[in-house]
């Protein structure tokens, strides 16, 4: 289903510009932008892949990731097709690559999957929170606003997973339905965003401080170590320290690297360099780090950051909390942030 979309304005009778994301693409009659699902037709801009998602799930909200919020409790997941980035690293590509910028017939594009539906399985199966992931949920915005909007009035949480190149028009009209949000802070080189991403880092820096201090939403980041490209100490410790120097309440994520898309040739993330990795809490005293897609005991559990007195033990997903509240470190009374109930 194609729907006119909210976030453009009209250049001229012919040419428009999408306001979605920092890309801002300006488009010629019939062109689609760079994200592959907003296209011009006759002068206005449309989405093609309103109420079509490819598939969704019930997840563990751990999976997104997500550590500090709503802990051991499922997650409705959905996504679409296409990217507004082009990673060469993408774990999803085959969603978010193969066929972008290809005009596909709509049944091809994904089965209908309406916000009333999506509310309604939450609703009857006790699902606190909807994830707007796996692709780049700023690019079907209109429907996952849509969504937000419907969930919101039925006291269900809205989640992002989000490469967080958003533009400003985005958040003035989504900041009130979003609660929690992981950012992929995929490097802290602009070369490497430039050449393995596509875009740059910059935007992605200013967004996630515009976040965590102008609004109430929580957030996570998580970064894919990848050998050779991001994996340097020099580089991780930047990362931590750019985390640190926003709130060192920030869990961050630091998860292993396997080969996939145009990257194959590149060896899998070593457990050793994931230990290395997570040391760098230290330097930087960041309150959270975890590592989360290799199974190593203690180093996907919460600890408290005062007393390091164990909180929450995670094996993969299964979640062991060991307290009534998680939140208050029964050994110290240390309140640990996050949204817990």
């Not at 998580?222 to 580089?235: A, F």
Request: charged share 25%.
């Amino acid at each position: 289903m194609k729907k006119e979309c909210i976030l453009y304005k009209k250049l001229n009778s012919s040419t428009v510009q999408c306001t979605c994301c920092q890309n801002y693409c300006v488009l010629k009659k019939n062109e689609i932008g760079k994200c592959g699902v907003r296209q011009n037709i006759n002068g206005k801009l449309f989405i093609n892949v309103f109420w079509k998602a490819v598939s969704y799930n019930i997840d563990p909200i751990e999976k997104k990731p997500l550590y500090h919020f709503l802990p051991n409790t499922e997650i409705f997941s959905f996504w679409t097709v296409w990217c507004n980035f082009s990673c060469l690293f993408c774990q999803n590509w085959e969603i978010s690559q193969t066929i972008k910028n290809t005009l596909l017939e709509e049944n091809e594009l994904g089965k209908d999957l309406k916000p009333e539906y999506i509310a309604d399985i939450c609703m009857q199966n006790f699902i606190k929170s909807i994830a707007y992931t796996y692709n780049e949920p700023t690019i079907f915005f209109e429907y996952a606003f849509e969504t937000m909007k419907l969930a919101k009035s039925r006291w269900i949480k809205n989640i992002f997973v989000s490469n967080w190149f958003q533009s400003k028009e985005f958040w003035e009209i989504a900041k009130d339905y979003i609660d929690a949000i992981n950012i992929d802070l995929k490097s802290f080189s602009d070369k490497f965003y430039s050449k393995i991403c596509g875009w740059n880092l910059n935007w992605v820096l200013k967004n996630i401080e515009f976040i965590a201090k102008n609004t109430n939403i929580w957030l996570e980041i998580t970064t894919l170590i990848i050998p050779g490209e991001n994996d340097s100490k020099e580089e991780l410790e930047k990362i931590a320290k750019f985390i640190a120097s926003i709130n060192k309440n920030i869990p961050w994520h630091i998860s292993a690297f396997y080969p996939c898309y145009k990257m194959l040739k590149k060896q899998p993330t070593s457990w050793k360099k994931l230990i290395e990795a997570y040391e760098i809490w230290k330097v930087a005293w960041l309150n959270f780090i975890y590592i989360w897609n290799l199974d190593l005991p203690w180093y996907s559990d919460t600890y408290c950051p005062k007393c390091e007195e164990k909180l929450i033990k995670r094996i993969w997903y299964n979640v062991e909390i060991f307290y009534k509240k998680p939140w208050i470190c029964h050994k110290c009374n240390e309140k640990l942030a996050g949204i817990w109930k």
